[in-house]
């Protein structure tokens, strides 16, 4: 059976590699052709140079005009040169044979013998998509521009509505190399041929091909509802939150990620705000750039890891889960609202201000300092938005000392007064010195450093968190430093987000964009006397400028702590919202905490629920194994309906000496048994152990942690005890849950003395 399988495997990979051949061949056409393209935007540019030489008024317009526009172009081509090209889709014959301008067949609907009796079809027409369109020399297109309307398809064709469409393919390449290609057939049960030959699938195509030309009529139906329910999601009315839940392997990602390139063909005004998905982890979010292609033209679609949403940070490390629970909880909120305010007088604020006025040196002491500050901080405003308030205050309380409001009873000459007596008090060194020391400007990352003195934490959380918990929550955060520049966690990225609306970052200033050297050309400052400004040079100045978007996609949403919850709210207060995930694989250990924050973030909106309900990732034989879990970690509920069958039982054994030996053995084992990556899970403190034992296997094989593994997916699996997954967290067993189902083919389980295996080496956690 083994040999069997890696035979088929072996079968697969070759298919794959061929596929990727097509591709690449059909790419180093398009290259071949822009860099002609080039050349005679060269050829322009020369050219219009050599007419200027001629002198005459009508010969120098012409040069500035031919120059402009010879610019123009070779500036596009250029900035579009490299990664364009994303997407395929072979279409059947149409109605009609008429051709647009560029060049593709008009029909939308397949012609009525396009598909014959038997269900079997020709490919009429293959598009390739990409960021810009390209013509061969005989004008046939070699790449459609994904705004031109016979790109439309590549958005718009589903299962249930395939239109001309038999197969969308995605394309992931690299500079000129083609990486991968993965399939999407829009009509399973039609055997299509391209020049003779049968159209193959790659990737979950192929699985979807084989389910939908299977004999029995229970697996065509299974097919139609993985059709029909992934496609109400994908068209679901944006003017509200579609929430989708699903459990491993129902596709719940790659629906909200088709979801994001419908709504965006569909309506792009609407959503020239942009559209932000989120991801838990930066792996899921590299996988998710792999499936979606690329959206983002004019810095309309934005990838982001929950620990990268924050401008300026960067999540590079973990929490423990008890440190994990206290920075997630919504009573920090609390705790870093008094943080703000308490950090004001950190570092020895001065309690005395003196200043001379009339000629004569007023004072103000502690008591009337602290007054003035009770008074600021009253309102609602970010601290440091505060701070004008805080001057013009002291300013009034000098001026009533100094006597000044009595000097003039004329309206004019007590203001002319009043005026010129602030302008000479704010522009002393001693005003402003005290000011600055009294009401400093504070910094996201300066507070966050100041929680790690548990002095001060102490009293800042008092009522909000045990000293248990004050403890733990400032020896995590001494690992930022006092310049607050240490490494941060996903969790601490939450509590920036949380303190920048607190304090109130200042605007940033614009920056300049570099001249062109096409600018420069003698005669062109008349026709254009700034450069234009490149897609991708808009595409970066929003993403950075932009804090909300108008629609926001939330992957893995169950996972989300309360103040992520309220950092992600934020970036979608006027949007609408696709809310993906599933209860069952959440990791925070307090659910309704989390749903009170998710309702809050989600607001009044309007909501429609969606329920995924076919695995099609884990073979049944594995997805018995995690329902084991399933039922321990969430009694009652019911796990999706696994379609496919390989005959491979999970594997079970226990590590009767060292334990890394043992999974080395295993992972070597399933390396040599599957042509694909293998992937080794193990409880978040053994990461680095575990990397160690398959430090000399391979790019193949991969360790990670348990949190790490939601979303992702190995065409073998190595769980390793599953005992300190579930001991890990309160969440654990749900933790555990998420690992025994990241196979599409084998699994194996390792245990160790912890897990209490039986003989057969089934640990106490997984029997039947």
Same mark, same amino acid.
């Given at each position: 059976?083994?040999?069997?399988?890696?035979?088929?495997?072996?079968?697969?990979?070759?298919?794959?590699?061929?596929?990727?051949?097509?591709?690449?061949?059909?790419?180093?056409?398009?290259?071949?052709?822009?860099?002609?393209?080039?050349?005679?935007?060269?050829?322009?540019?020369?050219?219009?140079?050599?007419?200027?030489?001629?002198?005459?008024?009508?010969?120098?317009?012409?040069?500035?005009?031919?120059?402009?526009?010879?610019?123009?172009?070779?500036?596009?081509?250029?900035?579009?040169?490299?990664?364009?090209?994303?997407?395929?889709?072979?279409?059947?014959?149409?109605?009609?044979?008429?051709?647009?301008?560029?060049?593709?067949?008009?029909?939308?609907?397949?012609? $009525?013998?396009?598909?014959?009796?038997?269900?079997?079809?020709?490919?009429?027409?293959?598009?390739?998509?990409?960021?810009?369109?390209?013509?061969?020399?005989?004008?046939?297109?070699?790449?459609?521009?994904?705004?031109?309307?016979?790109?439309?398809?590549?958005?718009?064709?589903?299962?249930?509505?395939?239109?001309?469409?038999?197969?969308?393919?995605?394309?992931?390449?690299?500079?000129?190399?083609?990486?991968?290609?993965?399939?999407?057939?829009?009509?399973?049960?039609?055997?299509?041929?391209?020049?003779?030959?049968?159209?193959?699938?790659?990737?979950?195509?192929?699985?979807?091909?084989?389910?939908?030309?299977?004999?029995?009529?229970?697996?065509?139906?299974?097919?139609?509802?993985?059709?029909?329910?992934?496609?109400?999601?994908?068209?679901?009315?944006?003017?509200?939150?579609?929430?989708?839940?699903?459990?491993?392997?129902?596709?719940?990602?790659?629906?909200?990620?088709?979801?994001?390139?419908?709504?965006?063909?569909?309506?792009?005004?609407?959503?020239?705000?942009?559209?932000?998905?989120?991801?838990?982890?930066?792996?899921?979010?590299?996988?998710?750039?792999?499936?979606?292609?690329?959206?983002?033209?004019?810095?309309?679609?934005?990838?982001?890891?929950?620990?990268?949403?924050?401008?300026?940070?960067?999540?590079?490390?973990? $929490?423990?889960?008890?440190?994990?629970?206290?920075?997630?909880?919504?009573?920090?909120?609390?705790?870093?609202?008094?943080?703000?305010?308490?950090?004001?007088?950190?570092?020895?604020?001065?309690?005395?201000?003196?200043?001379?006025?009339?000629?004569?040196?007023?004072?103000?002491?502690?008591?009337?300092?602290?007054?003035?500050?009770?008074?600021?901080?009253?309102?609602?405003?970010?601290?440091?938005?505060?701070?004008?308030?805080?001057?013009?205050?002291?300013?009034?309380?000098?001026?009533?000392?100094?006597?000044?409001?009595?000097?003039?009873?004329?309206?004019?000459?007590?203001?002319?007064?009043?005026?010129?007596?602030?302008?000479?008090?704010?522009?002393?060194?001693?005003?402003?010195?005290?000011?600055?020391?009294?009401?400093?400007?504070?910094?996201?990352?300066?507070?966050?450093?100041?929680?790690?003195?548990?002095?001060?934490?102490?009293?800042?959380?008092?009522?909000?968190?045990?000293?248990?918990?004050?403890?733990?929550?400032?020896?995590?955060?001494?690992?930022?430093?006092?310049?607050?520049?240490?490494?941060?966690?996903?969790?601490?990225?939450?509590?920036?987000?949380?303190?920048?609306?607190?304090?109130?970052?200042?605007?940033?200033?614009?920056?300049?964009?570099?001249?062109?050297?096409?600018?420069?050309?003698?005669?062109?400052?008349?026709?254009?006397?700034?450069?234009?400004?490149?897609?991708?040079?808009?595409?970066?100045?929003?993403?950075?400028?932009?804090?909300?978007?108008?629609?926001?996609?939330?992957?893995?949403?169950?996972?989300?702590?309360?103040?992520?919850?309220?950092?992600?709210?934020?970036?979608?207060?006027?949007?609408?919202?696709?809310?993906?995930?599933?209860?069952?694989?959440?990791?925070?250990?307090?659910?309704?905490?989390?749903?009170?924050?998710?309702?809050?973030?989600?607001?009044?909106?309007?909501?429609?629920?969606?329920?995924?309900?076919?695995?099609?990732?884990?073979?049944?034989?594995?997805?018995?194994?995690?329902?084991?879990?399933?039922?321990?970690?969430?009694?009652?509920?019911?796990?999706?309906?696994?379609?496919?069958?390989?005959?491979?039982?999970?594997?079970?054994?226990?590590?009767?000496?060292?334990?890394?030996?043992?999974?080395?053995?295993?992972?070597?084992?399933?390396?040599?048994?599957?042509?694909?990556?293998?992937?080794?899970?193990?409880?978040?403190?053994?990461?680095?152990?575990?990397?160690?034992?398959?430090?000399?296997?391979?790019?193949?094989?991969?360790?990670?942690?348990?949190?790490?593994?939601?979303?992702?997916?190995?065409?073998?699996?190595?769980?390793?005890?599953?005992?300190?997954?579930? $001991?890990?967290?309160?969440?654990?067993?749900?933790?555990?849950?998420?690992?025994?189902?990241?196979?599409?083919?084998?699994?194996?389980?390792?245990?160790?003395?912890? $897990?209490?295996?039986?003989?057969?080496?089934?640990?106490?956690?997984?029997?039947?």
């Amino acid at each position: 059976m083994a040999a069997q399988n890696a035979a088929v495997d072996s079968t697969a990979d070759s298919v794959r590699d061929r596929e990727i051949a097509v591709e690449q061949t059909h790419l180093d056409q398009v290259y071949r052709r822009l860099e002609e393209k080039i050349h005679e935007a060269e050829f322009l540019m020369n050219d219009a140079a050599k007419r200027g030489q001629v002198g005459t008024p009508g010969a120098l317009a012409e040069r500035d005009a031919q120059v402009f526009r010879a610019g123009i172009h070779l500036n596009r081509l250029n900035n579009e040169f490299e990664d364009f090209l994303f997407g395929r889709i072979d279409l059947v014959l149409g109605k009609d044979g008429e051709r647009g301008a560029d060049g593709a067949y008009t029909s939308v609907d397949p012609a $009525d013998d396009a598909i014959r009796e038997d269900l079997t079809a020709d490919v009429a027409e293959t598009l390739h998509i990409g960021r810009i369109g390209v013509l061969d020399s005989d004008y046939a297109p070699l790449v459609i521009d994904w705004r031109a309307p016979a790109a439309a398809p590549f958005y718009r064709s589903t299962p249930k509505d395939p239109g001309r469409v038999v197969r969308r393919r995605v394309i992931r390449s690299k500079g000129r190399k083609v990486l991968g290609v993965e399939d999407d057939l829009m009509r399973p049960e039609v055997t299509a041929f391209l020049d003779g030959r049968e159209l193959l699938a790659i990737g979950d195509g192929a699985l979807m091909a084989a389910l939908g030309r299977a004999r029995t009529h229970s697996m065509r139906d299974i097919v139609s509802s993985i059709q029909a329910e992934q496609d109400l999601v994908i068209r679901a009315p944006a003017a509200s939150v579609a929430e989708v839940a699903g459990g491993p392997g129902t596709g719940k990602t790659a629906v909200a990620l088709h979801r994001a390139a419908y709504l965006l063909y569909q309506d792009r005004r609407r959503y020239s705000g942009g559209i932000l998905i989120v991801s838990p982890t930066p792996l899921l979010v590299a996988y998710t750039e792999g499936v979606l292609p690329s959206l983002g033209e004019e810095g309309q679609v934005a990838i982001r890891a929950l620990g990268s949403l924050v401008d300026g940070a960067e999540a590079t490390t973990y $929490d423990s889960p008890a440190v994990a629970r206290i920075k997630g909880s919504s009573r920090m909120l609390k705790v870093l609202r008094k943080a703000v305010r308490g950090a004001l007088e950190l570092g020895g604020a001065p309690d005395r201000l003196r200043v001379v006025a009339f000629g004569r040196r007023q004072e103000l002491e502690s008591a009337e300092l602290n007054r003035i500050r009770q008074n600021v901080l009253s309102g609602t405003a970010p601290v440091n938005l505060l701070r004008p308030r805080a001057r013009k205050l002291l300013l009034d309380a000098l001026y009533a000392k100094s006597g000044g409001a009595g000097r003039h009873s004329d309206p004019e000459l007590a203001a002319e007064l009043r005026s010129a007596f602030d302008e000479d008090i704010s522009t002393e060194d001693a005003f402003i010195g005290f000011l600055n020391a009294w009401w400093p400007e504070l910094t996201p990352r300066g507070v966050l450093a100041a929680l790690a003195d548990e002095r001060h934490l102490g009293r800042w959380s008092r009522r909000d968190l045990n000293p248990r918990e004050t403890r733990q929550l400032a020896r995590s955060l001494r690992r930022v430093g006092p310049d607050g520049k240490g490494p941060l966690s996903v969790h601490d990225v939450a509590l920036l987000d949380e303190l920048q609306q607190l304090l109130g970052a200042p605007a940033r200033p614009k920056r300049k964009r570099e001249m062109d050297p096409l600018d420069q050309l003698s005669g062109l400052e008349e026709l254009m006397p700034t450069r234009e400004e490149t897609q991708w040079e808009r595409a970066e100045r929003l993403a950075a400028e932009r804090t909300e978007y108008a629609h926001v996609i939330v992957d893995e949403a169950q996972d989300l702590t309360p103040m992520q919850w309220r950092m992600v709210g934020r970036r979608g207060r006027h949007g609408t919202w696709t809310v993906v995930g599933d209860p069952a694989q959440s990791s925070w250990t307090d659910p309704e905490e989390a749903a009170a924050a998710r309702d809050e973030a989600l607001g009044s909106r309007p909501r429609r629920r969606f329920t995924l309900t076919v695995n099609y990732r884990n073979p049944a034989e594995v997805a018995e194994v995690a329902s084991r879990v399933l039922r321990l970690a969430m009694p009652g509920m019911e796990p999706p309906s696994a379609v496919r069958s390989t005959g491979l039982e999970p594997r079970f054994t226990a590590a009767r000496g060292d334990l890394g030996t043992a999974v080395r053995e295993e992972t070597r084992r399933l390396l040599e048994q599957v042509d694909g990556t293998v992937g080794v899970v193990v409880a978040m403190d053994r990461r680095a152990e575990a990397a160690g034992w398959l430090a000399d296997l391979g790019e193949r094989a991969v360790a990670l942690g348990s949190l790490e593994a939601k979303g992702l997916e190995y065409d073998a699996t190595v769980v390793v005890s599953p005992a300190e997954i579930a $001991d890990e967290s309160p969440a654990g067993l749900r933790v555990l849950y998420v690992a025994l189902t990241r196979a599409t083919q084998q699994l194996t389980v390792v245990s160790a003395d912890r $897990d209490k295996p039986g003989a057969d080496g089934v640990p106490e956690l997984l029997l039947p």
